[in-house]
């Protein structure tokens, strides 16, 4: 009486924010396309093209419109900046200057940052999951901090770690609350429903830690990385706006103290492109790791 | 006839909220002999799943005591194993690895676990699928797969807590034909709560009604049946005395809906 297994492939989600890919599901090769189908495929085909050069002319069509806005002096482009004076102090930049020297600080800041906070966040939560008491103790302390505007903190972090550490502290306090927060709710779902098991085992806290809560907690953990670069990368630039001697922060504030418009652009850009890479490799990486622990059907 | 394999001494169990106490069981006296099967039915909410954790240890009584084999239950005992409504499955271990969670924890040797691991899966129609991810199997499927990850962990006793209630109803008759096989084949020593009278019937040799709360047991039926003792829960379906221990349970149990309505 052996059921044949169920194998529902599901339809990978578009969590990306990419255009959904043409669903080319498996069909199996036997199975001709139905003429109803394969219209559908080709729509769909279209429509995804559709969507991607619209995106581009949209960018496009701004860049132009900011660039003619500014040589015809519909605007002032001492205030504007213009796209083709962005992109030749970007190669100056490059070249003479050391923009890609800035932007390794920050790259680096924001890893650090990301490694330090998701490390502690994941401990006390674990922490608070373990101790009842010691969650219940510290509830209030948690609510306070997360209400607590961090940028305020700043001159104390400044006094206390100098100006170089200043802006991991900076980077830490803005995300680490989210952190502990969105891990232990994590936790406390999973503790209602999988660790009935577990129980009934006899098992230690250690061991349900170990074979259920880390495990069980990979999607939240993904999830919780995708929320931290985000808040890293602001506390790294609002640490790097309020002391600093290198980073892109550092840059976009020197930028607009000495009225370089075009330097605080290139910055911000710089600073798009980088947030848009950290967003592409967490998702990499939580693509690998969905798939190691199963969790794709 | 020597000790009973679970006993419970007029066991009493009360839970306490700041604002209120309450008498979830009173006075339980049970008894069950090893390899003897028996169901508990009774009206939803009565603390049939707490006496299963008192039997288990995983919760303490308030008052009386809990005994296996003569001893005193302190804690969760490894005689004990635990059927529960989910399968609860880890989606990222293989089957063959789920099977081994229990004896993971017991710290049973691990080899040994994985060979009674898979000669159970072959046993039991299973044997295809011992690196198949939990997701791959059917709802029957993975209830006789979470079955024999508590066999692997060697308790004497099963507690079964509603097993049957998340399958769709024909799942459930082939399920309990195979999980009553099972178990006979393996002479444990099980209770089983269910709110299903006919399931209660079919695979258990006594029947236990309780009351509502403060629950005890009301009734108790020893289920024998003039086809002769090897039936299969589907064969007894079909069985002479069926009804006529159907309408007995369900009289029971309508008294105490109707006086707690």
Redesign the interface.
């Known amino acids: 009486m052996s059921l044949p297994p169920v194998d529902e492939t599901k339809e990978p989600a578009a969590i990306s924010g990419l255009p959904e890919a043409p669903s080319a599901r498996p069909q199996s090769n036997e199975a001709p396309k139905s003429p109803a189908y394969r219209r559908y495929l080709k729509r769909q085909r279209r429509r995804t093209l559709f969507i991607q050069l619209s995106r581009l002319l949209l960018l496009a069509g701004l860049l132009a419109l900011w660039e003619i806005a500014a040589r015809l002096r519909w605007v002032d482009s001492m205030l504007t900046s213009k796209p083709s004076q962005i992109f030749s102090s970007f190669r100056e930049l490059t070249v003479e200057g050391d923009l890609l020297k800035h932007t390794w600080t920050t790259g680096l800041e924001m890893l650090v940052g990301i490694a330090l906070s998701m490390a502690a966040g994941t401990l006390i939560a674990i922490l608070f999951w373990w101790s009842t008491y010691a969650s219940k103790i510290l509830e209030p302390y948690i609510v306070v901090l997360n209400a607590l505007p961090k940028v305020a903190l700043g001159p104390i972090f400044y006094i206390w770690l100098g100006d170089r550490y200043s802006i991991y502290g900076m980077a830490i306090a803005i995300s680490i609350i989210v952190t502990i927060m969105m891990i232990e709710s994590g936790f406390k779902e999973l503790a209602k429903t999988k660790l009935k098991l577990m129980e009934s085992f006899g098992a230690t806290r250690l061991q349900m830690l170990k074979m259920v809560m880390l495990p069980a907690s990979v999607p939240n953990f993904i999830a919780t990385l995708k929320v931290n670069v985000g808040l890293t990368l602001v506390g790294v630039i609002m640490g790097e706006f309020l002391s600093s001697k290198a980073g892109l922060g550092y840059l976009i504030i020197y930028g607009g103290q000495v009225f370089q418009m075009n330097l605080v652009m290139v910055s911000v850009c710089m600073l798009a492109l980088m947030s848009v890479v950290a967003y592409g490799v967490v998702n990499w990486i939580g693509n690998l790791l969905m798939k190691k622990y199963h969790y794709e059907g | 006839m020597g000790v009973p394999q679970i006993e419970m001494r007029d066991v009493g169990l009360s839970y306490f909220s700041p604002k209120h106490e309450t008498e979830a069981l009173r006075d339980i006296r049970l008894e069950v002999k090893a390899g003897e099967f028996i169901s508990i039915v009774g009206p939803s909410g009565c603390g049939k799943s707490t006496l299963l954790s008192l039997v288990?240890?995983?919760l303490k009584p308030t008052r009386g005591e809990v005994l296996l084999m003569g001893e005193r239950v302190n804690?969760?005992?490894?005689r004990?194993?635990?059927m529960?409504q989910?399968d609860?499955l880890?989606?990222?271990?293989?089957v063959l690895s789920n099977l081994l969670?229990?004896a993971?924890?017991?710290r049973i040797d691990k080899k040994k676990a994985k060979e009674k691991a898979l000669y159970l899966l072959e046993r039991y129609?299973?044997g295809?699928?011992a690196h198949?991810?939990p997701?791959?199997?059917?709802g029957?499927?993975r209830q006789r797969v979470a079955l024999v990850r508590t066999l692997v962990?060697e308790p004497d006793i099963l507690l079964l807590d509603e097993p049957f209630s998340a399958l769709d109803f024909q799942t459930r008759l082939?399920l309990a034909d195979?999980v009553h096989h099972i178990i006979k084949e393996q002479g444990k020593t099980a209770i089983l709560v269910t709110h299903d009278i006919p399931e209660a019937i079919t695979m258990a040799d006594r029947v236990l009604v309780m009351s509502k709360r403060p629950s005890t047991f009301s009734a108790s039926y020893d289920i024998v049946f003039d086809e002769g003792p090897d039936l299969t829960p589907w064969r007894k379906r079909e069985a002479g005395r069926f009804q006529e221990y159907f309408n007995g349970i369900w009289k029971e149990l309508d008294a105490h809906v109707a006086s707690a309505g």
């Open positions: 288990s240890g995983m804690g969760v005992s490894p004990v194993g635990y529960l989910h609860h880890f989606e990222w271990r293989d969670v229990g993971e924890v017991r129609g299973l295809g699928f198949h991810s997701s791959q199997l059917s029957g499927m962990a082939t195979d």
